[in-house]
């Protein structure tokens, strides 16, 4: 059974950095398109970042772009989003999926929590 577990959610000051990790197992991560969506509180899940299955194409988010990086070691199975000169709007909810089309995915994970406040 695939499966993805987030960690490193937590609660940061605005303009600290954080860094997510999402383990993945039961399928080959490697052939697959990973992408981060974060839902905000009271708001609709939010595409953010799309990395492809051997790392050289990448994508963001207007709202993300040149802040957040996205990252994979395939060897790991892990995927990753380095988030620096975090804002209050960064706070969410943030889930790895599996796939390039995260909506039209199968496979989330549970989902760990970012909270940017003073």
């Known amino acids: 059974e695939a499966q993805l577990v987030e960690s490193g959610g937590a609660m940061v000051q605005p303009g600290g950095s954080l860094r997510l990790s999402c383990a993945a197992s039961?399928?080959?991560?490697?052939?697959?398109?990973m992408s981060w969506v974060r839902q905000a509180p009271r708001k609709g899940p939010e595409w953010v970042a799309l990395?492809?299955?051997?790392?050289?194409?990448?994508y963001y988010a207007d709202s993300v772009k040149g802040r957040f990086t996205i990252s994979r070691d395939n060897a790991k199975d892990t995927l990753y989003l380095q988030m620096n000169s975090l804002k209050a709007e960064d706070t969410a909810l943030y889930y790895c999926?599996?796939?390039?089309?995260?909506?039209?995915?199968?496979?989330w994970g549970q989902g760990t929590r970012v909270t940017v406040s003073s």
């Open positions: 999926v599996r796939g390039g089309d995260p909506f039209s995915s199968d496979t």
């Open positions: 039961g399928f080959s991560f490697s052939s697959y398109d």
């Open positions: 990395i492809n299955s051997g790392g050289a194409s990448i």
